[in-house]
């Protein structure tokens, strides 16, 4: 029901533009967010928002990096990336229906995630 594209390699310092697609006009209504895991990490939420797109959460490692955003008309999460460093290589997954206030607790739908490769 969700499905993310946009991932792929890019040298340090370039950006990305991840998108996440909803199948349904129900996910108009919940909070969503971005999550990411790397190899032998625990998985980490990146970026949270409000249903409404008014609000979000960044995490440390992403403030003033990344920027979330999300159209309802289009049924579409969004994560642009920029500044893009080797640490920031992990899966990347869009989640939807949790607390978007602290990115992280249960989410109940699940992406099956996209790769990003920060690399020269």
């Known amino acids: 029901q969700l499905v993310e594209s946009g991932g792929g390699l890019v040298q340090p310092g370039g950006s990305l533009t991840l998108s996440c697609t909803a199948a349904e006009s129900t996910f108009r209504d919940l909070n969503m967010g971005w999550f990411r895991q790397a190899p032998g990490k625990e998985r980490e939420g990146v970026s949270c928002i409000h249903w409404d797109g008014g609000r979000a959460y960044y995490a440390d490692s992403a403030k003033g990096r990344f920027t979330i955003s999300k159209d309802n008309a289009k049924n579409t999460l969004y994560l642009q990336m920029n500044s893009l460093k080797p640490d920031d290589t992990a899966t990347y997954y869009c989640?939807?229906?949790?607390?978007?206030?602290?990115?992280?607790?249960?989410?109940?739908?699940w992406g099956q995630g996209t790769q990003v490769t920060v690399s020269s």
């Open positions: 989640a939807a229906g949790g607390p978007y206030d602290v990115c992280s607790g249960q989410w109940p739908y």
